[in-house]
């Protein structure tokens, strides 16, 4: 029993954390705005993590896993490999308020200095090529896509979306319609379908 009330805490403190990251960002949240946010002491949250370093690294886990776990069904929800694309792309893009990739983007960020959030980032992109490979050579394999090199096309379709995602987010130079649609024709492109079949 006190080991499922440690367990609701931590999931606790993990969605506090993310909200307060979302405000001010991973680099200027600070454990305090954490406890207080959930009206608990400092020494609650390093009672569950050790350092800020491992709250942050744990909370951008957590983050990363719920648009994981969205990848996962939007793919298993698919009826064939054109369907499995294009749920695929729609849930990975920026979409509603966009509060996951405003995380993502500022963990790039951090990451250049951080080791940590640089091994989850590159364990996080690994899961997401991963399942868009799968996809690809899924559609190659029953007949949909024709894809000499889907390695190669996974890592282009992968590129223009971070590289959209950032032009969409920070730099606001660049529509959600737009990165929609050229990231539909490019990934139709790449896998040699009619881009309306991704719409």
């Not at 920070?170 to 990231?183: E, F, G, I, M, P």
Request: proline residues 3%; aromatic residues 6%; glycine residues 6%.
């Amino acid at each position: 029993m006190v080991r499922q009330r440690v367990e609701v805490r931590r999931d606790e403190i993990l969605a506090a954390t993310i909200g307060q990251v979302e405000v001010r960002g991973l680099a200027q949240t600070r454990v305090s705005d954490v406890a207080n946010a959930l009206d608990i002491s400092p020494g609650l949250v390093f009672y569950h993590f050790d350092t800020k370093d491992a709250l942050l690294v744990a909370a951008f886990e957590h983050a990363a896993a719920l648009d994981l776990a969205r990848l996962d069904r939007a793919v298993r929800r698919g009826v064939d490999a054109t369907d499995r694309l294009r749920r695929l792309l729609a849930v990975y893009g920026p979409t509603g308020s966009a509060s996951g990739w405003r995380i993502w983007i500022d963990a790039w960020a951090l990451a250049l200095h951080e080791p940590d959030i640089r091994a989850t980032l590159r364990r996080l992109d690994d899961r997401w090529r991963s399942a868009l490979h799968e996809v690809v050579v899924g559609g190659v394999a029953e007949g949909s896509f024709r894809c000499p090199d889907p390695h190669a096309a996974v890592s282009r379709i992968s590129a223009l979306l971070d590289g959209l995602s950032v032009a969409t987010l920070a730099y606001r130079n660049v529509t959600r319609t737009q990165l929609r649609t050229w990231v539909r024709e490019a990934a139709a492109r790449e896998v040699a379908v009619d881009p309306e079949l991704l719409t």
